[in-house]
């Protein structure tokens, strides 16, 4: 484990004490550390424990952007057989920051998209670190349109710090891709489930999560401004990201009580980042519930139950 | 020096310059500094006389010279629940709230009603920028379900007006989840086979363009308006580059093909309806009024030397806050 949050740093010094111990034990055979290290060992677990049950909203924010959390492209991979990307929106460009193409899921065929952030340096700029132009939500639109055409439902994986704010992209319609992807989404007459595997940023994120069920994972965030940006406009000082965070209610328990989304996909124990084939195993598992549950449904009744819902958002607030 | 300079002195003070100045009488300008007497401005539509500048207006200035004799019937909007966050910042939103419609004498950022415009019945719904920036919450997102639901009832054509800095932040993720229920508005609408007609004004910004105002099946823009997704500085400090001149006002959007139309404040209503009757092949059996001039019996007292401070207080500034990429 390299990449420590600010907040677990006494989590890293333990475990970094009980690897040393671990490496001088290795260099001399005769030293018995084996008692000393399982304590150091159950310490840090405990720890560990304590904190990711307890994580403030701005903690969440951190880890729902942790660099090492699995991204749209390790899911696909894992969940997916015969993915074939299709690119492109046929008019202008194909946008990395959102993949997705074909697949079969569980045998399935299915429509899967995502944004994609990227891992390094070169793929970060590549996938312009999951911020999509408006490029990205019209292959959206077009892979929906193919979609619904032959009768696929789609999953989509929502990972964005927002959409792209460029000059290209505004001059060539940022707000009219995005809305005429929310559009597309609401019209599709196939089942649509979207997972919020690590930031739901605002527009960027809605236009491809308007679906019959949205999942979140445990600690990912979907909020209609960053920490960052509420703090500098409401608070007019960049330091209150934590307040911002508090206020803004983006954590998946709070979006659950509010009705925004269905379901809380637990992650394993220090977060997806810690033990991403587990995360990512349990994603997978709920999405296939999910399209089991929806698979029967006629697209009718889908389209008009994804309508429902929507409307019928904000008649309940939360708990003082 | 005691309590008397300390309390008593402001206390009086105000009440003599309180009554002393008249406010609003003159408003100056934003875009070329003329002192334009209330009177003519209100006739104009809050069109600057001298250069064409469009300054904010309210929904209930423009109705009244947008349909028909000025008489309109407001619409009902389901009253969404308060506060559902109980969202804080340096204030309480409840506190805002109450200085907003202290201030604007509305209830909240969008009006919506029912009239004709030239003999054409209409639903129409404008929003308010004065009010906490036209944002976008719950209630503006009723609104346009109201508006769409209204004119599905009736039969009859949507024309909206929007200007925001984009959506309410205090109302978190349920102001982001409006732009998928103004757009099942927007839906019913067309399935409806009834016309939707944006008039996109200054300013029209962030998940607001990204829904509703972006979906028109014509798109109207106000000239100079500003109209983006991300705003301006946000751009800036993306890129690191200077933007160019005119960059995402109305204008700029007709040219890289996002707008139909650019049109002057006092032609829209014409427009609008002649646009309007083509698409639905109902006749205008009123003419648009010719816009208006000063009327002459009213003499125009000289203009103050000094702009008076409460007008200015209350111009918009260009830009507003918004909710970020």
Not at chain 1, 107 to 121: A, I
Not at chain 1, 136 to 146: E, P, Q, T
Not at chain 2, 140 to 156: D, F, S, Y
Not at chain 2, 271 to 282: D, P, R, V, Y
Request: aromatic share 6%; with cysteine; glycine share 10%.
């Amino acid at each position: 484990m390299n990449n420590y949050l600010d907040f677990e740093k006494p989590l890293a010094e333990i475990e970094g004490k009980a690897n040393e111990l671990r490496a001088m034990a290795r260099a001399n055979e005769e030293m018995d550390i084996e008692k000393e290290v399982a304590g150091l060992d159950k310490k840090a677990a405990d720890m560990l424990a304590k904190l990711y049950s307890e994580l403030s909203p701005w903690r969440k924010c951190q880890v729902a952007r942790h660099p090492d959390r699995p991204h749209c492209k390790d899911y696909i991979e894992a969940l997916c057989t015969d993915y074939t990307p299709l690119a492109g929106d046929r008019n202008f460009a194909d946008d990395h920051a959102i993949m997705g193409g074909l697949a079969r899921m569980g045998g399935m065929p299915v429509v899967v998209m995502g944004h994609e952030k990227g891992h390094d340096t070169k793929s970060r700029i590549e996938r312009n670190f999951g911020m999509a132009r408006p490029e990205g939500y019209r292959k959206a639109v077009r892979l929906m349109d193919l979609a619904d055409r032959f009768g696929l439902p789609v999953v989509t994986l929502v990972d964005t710090p927002g959409a792209f704010p460029g000059k290209g992209a505004e001059e060539r319609g940022q707000s009219e891709a995005i809305a005429r992807a929310t559009q597309r989404c609401l019209r599709l007459g196939v089942p649509m489930v979207s997972v919020i595997i690590g930031e739901g940023g605002s527009g960027g994120a809605v236009g491809i999560a308007t679906a019959n069920k949205v999942l979140m994972l445990e600690h990912s965030i979907y909020s209609v401004i960053s920490p960052e940006g509420c703090a500098s406009i409401l608070w007019k000082d960049a330091d209150k990201t934590k307040e911002a965070a508090d206020a803004l209610r983006l954590t998946a328990q709070d979006l659950q009580q509010l009705g925004v989304i269905d379901k809380i996909v637990k992650e394993p124990l220090g977060g997806a980042h810690r033990d991403p084939a587990e995360a990512i195993r349990a994603v997978g598992q709920a999405l296939e519930g999910q399209l089991k549950q929806l698979s029967g449904v006629g697209g009718d009744d889908l389209r008009a139950n994804r309508r429902r819902k929507y409307l019928g958002l904000g008649a309940k607030g939360l708990a003082a | 020096m005691n309590w008397i300079t300390n309390y008593v002195r402001p206390t009086i003070g105000s009440l003599f310059s309180r009554r002393e100045v008249p406010e609003n009488l003159w408003t100056k300008c934003d875009n070329c500094g003329t002192m334009l007497f209330h009177r003519e401005l209100d006739a104009a539509q809050r069109v600057c006389t001298n250069c064409g500048h469009h300054m904010t207006i309210t929904p209930r200035a423009r109705f009244e010279k947008f349909f028909d004799g000025g008489s309109f019937e407001e619409v009902d909007v389901p009253e969404p629940i308060t506060d559902p966050l109980h969202f804080r910042d340096q204030k309480r939103y409840p506190d805002r709230m109450k200085a907003a419609q202290k201030k604007t004498g509305e209830h909240e950022a969008m009006l919506v009603a029912e009239g004709e415009i030239c003999g054409l019945p209409i639903v129409a719904a404008a929003q308010d920028f004065s009010f906490m920036g036209g944002s976008m919450g719950m209630y503006v997102g009723n609104a346009i379900i109201a508006a769409a639901e209204r004119a599905v009832a009736l039969k009859r054509p949507l024309v909206l007006f929007s200007a925001a800095g984009g959506a309410r932040m205090q109302e978190g993720i349920l102001s982001l989840m409006q732009m998928p229920r103004t757009t099942v508005a927007v839906d019913m609408l067309l399935e409806a086979g009834l016309p939707y007609i944006v008039v996109l004004t200054h300013p029209t910004t962030g998940g607001v363009t990204a829904s509703y105002a972006m979906l028109g099946d014509v798109q109207i823009a106000e000239p100079g308006a500003l109209i983006c997704f991300a705003g301006p500085r946000v751009i800036e400090q993306t890129i690191r580059e200077k933007l160019p001149d005119g960059f995402q006002r109305a204008e700029y959007l007709l040219d890289h093909g996002m707008l139909d139309r650019v049109t002057e404040r006092g032609k829209l209503k014409e427009e609008i309806a002649n646009i309007l009757s083509m698409l639905t092949g109902q006749e205008l059996t009123a003419p648009a009024e010719p816009p208006p001039e000063a009327a002459p019996d009213a003499p125009v007292p000289a203009p103050p030397p000094e702009p008076p401070m409460p007008a200015a207080a209350e111009a918009p500034t260009a830009t507003p806050a918004k909710p970020k990429k």
